[in-house]
């Protein structure tokens, strides 16, 4: 028997031309590696008398689903800033919409699903270490509030995939606000399809910000929009030390969701020019650009949609320059908010400070942590337990802590006048703040070390226990737990100085 999923597949109804219609391809031997139970009851997926074997059935593909409408989407992509015109989905499959119980439309999709029109020289596979990475940084960063994209089910196909090694395939199901990115705009842009790019236009603004469908200056409005959203996702990715890799536009989505989880990584030591991923060798996705390249990327969307604005596309960019430089603010705004949040303090109109106080405070406390190689993630935790005055943690993490203590007495003014605003006894408002930070600032994150191992147990030796572990601690980000503290423990030195993510994958 197949799975019950209430499809209602707009994307093909709406968007000839945007797609190959496509049939995943049979695996041999599908065994159910991942089932995320929580996502399925939110999607209303119907799991009644679905044994392991149907589940694997149904999430490799060979066993669709009624109503599926197996598509492989078109798109095109600046990747490390070349143009590649023609790009879609070599490897993976739109498998159909369907309305969650929340209301929201979700995407359902196929990844390593074989080959498809648009596979140029690849293979159409993917294998089960990086299936199962996608499964633990997507899930570690939705339990971050992080938006994402999730994955539903990794199953192992049975057959072999052939990489650097030979590996063993696997097809990941994912679930996405939808898989309009900033490349399929291109796409239709460079071909010159007009209509087909207004439709497609359209249709995002109908599946995204449908406030904005009357709006004679819809698309820029899309565009502000678009921008908005990636200016508050990509200042969560820099509060939590997130480096995405491989920020090509063709993996920007116009939701606001994070995706495509390849040669992703969390940085260890602070320093804002790592980089992990071994094709990134000019730095150019580095972690302290991060910022710079969305906006180069929502400049190329910015280019796609002219046409749409105006119909002198030249009369259009001066108002796509303002929504473009709008978003260095919207940037700025949310990622010192975010800051101010980790560092317990309150918005600043009451105690009399400026914006540009508190920027210099947090840009000063993160040059301390570049200065002296401090791990991030530690380094924020241990100054939650600071406000309560427990300073021993934080100092272990510094070498000079002379140079912590200037900080540390600048910190402390700061939040004492918030505490004489907000007329709370500095006793209790270092409690109240310190949980609250707490609340903010994670002491589990996906470690390098632990996903590495956690994913060789899984693929080398059919082990999943690390992997079950590791993902049952990175669901519960700001937990104490003690039994959790071998997965708040950074990486050994001298594996993050040689760690290497591969795109690929
Ligand atoms: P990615 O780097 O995963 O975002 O993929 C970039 C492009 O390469 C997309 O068009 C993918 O569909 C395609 N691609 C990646 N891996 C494969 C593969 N194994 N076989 C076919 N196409 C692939
Ligand atoms: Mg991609």
Not at 105 to 112: M, N, S, V
Not at 351 to 364: F, P, R, V, Y
Request: glycine fraction near 8%; include cysteine.
């Amino acid at each position: 028997m197949s799975l019950k999923l209430p499809f209602d597949n707009t994307y093909v109804r709406v968007l000839s031309g945007a797609f190959v219609e496509w049939q995943p391809a049979r695996v041999p031997a599908p065994r159910l590696l991942y089932l995320n139970h929580s996502l399925a009851q939110a999607l209303g997926l119907d799991l009644q008398g679905s044994d392991e074997e149907a589940l694997a059935a149904a999430f490799s593909g060979n066993v669709l689903p009624a109503g599926a409408q197996p598509i492989a989407q078109a798109y095109a992509g600046h990747q490390f800033g070349g143009f590649s015109p023609s790009l879609g989905d070599g490897r993976a499959l739109l498998v159909g919409e369907v309305i969650d119980r929340a209301g929201r439309r979700r995407d359902i999709a196929f990844k390593g699903s074989g080959r498809t029109p648009f596979s140029r020289g690849g293979d159409g596979k993917a294998a089960v270490g990086p299936m199962l990475r996608e499964v633990l940084v997507g899930e570690a960063m939705h339990a971050l509030g992080i938006p994402t994209t999730r994955a539903l089910a990794v199953v192992a196909t049975g057959e072999p995939v052939l990489r650097e090694s030979v590996l063993p395939g696997a097809v990941l199901t994912r679930v996405a606000a939808s898989h309009l990115r900033v490349g399929t705009f291109e796409y239709f842009a460079a071909r010159g399809e007009l209509d087909k790019l207004r439709r497609l236009a359209d249709y995002a603004i109908a599946r995204h910000d449908p406030a904005l469908a009357p709006s004679p200056s819809r698309y820029l409005d899309l565009l502000r929009a678009v921008a908005l959203r990636q200016a508050r996702l990509i200042a969560q990715w820099m509060s939590v030390g997130f480096i995405h890799g491989v920020m090509n536009t063709d993996n920007m989505t116009l939701s606001g969701e994070t995706i495509d989880y390849g040669p992703c990584a969390f940085l260890e030591a602070y320093d804002p020019a790592t980089v992990f991923s071994s094709i990134d060798r000019q730095g150019r996705y580095a972690f302290g650009n991060q910022p710079a390249i969305a906006r180069w990327n929502l400049t190329r969307l910015a280019e796609a949609l002219l046409p749409l604005m105006h119909e002198d596309p030249d009369a259009a960019v001066p108002l796509a320059v303002e929504v473009l430089e709008a978003f260095a603010d919207d940037y700025e705004r949310a990622a010192l908010a975010g800051l101010r949040r980790k560092l317990g303090l309150r918005a600043s109109a009451g105690a009399g400070i400026s914006d540009a106080e508190d920027t210099q405070l947090a840009a000063d406390w993160l040059a301390l942590l570049h200065a002296q190689r401090v791990d991030f993630t530690l380094a924020w935790r241990h100054l939650a337990a600071t406000a309560e005055g427990a300073d021993a943690p934080l100092l272990a993490l510094f070498t000079d802590a002379a140079a912590l203590a200037d900080w540390r007495a600048r910190w402390r003014r700061r939040c004492a006048a918030d505490d004489a605003v907000a007329g709370v006894a500095s006793a209790v408002a270092g409690q109240e703040r310190a949980r609250a930070m707490r609340g903010v600032n994670p002491r589990i994150i996906p470690r390098n070390h632990q996903v590495e191992a956690a994913l060789a147990a899984a693929s080398e030796r059919g082990d999943l226990v690390p992997f079950n572990a590791l993902l049952t601690a990175l669901v519960q980000p700001y937990s104490d737990d003690p039994a959790l503290a071998p997965y708040a423990e950074p990486a050994p030195a001298e594996v993050t100085a040689c760690y290497k993510t591969f795109c690929g994958t």
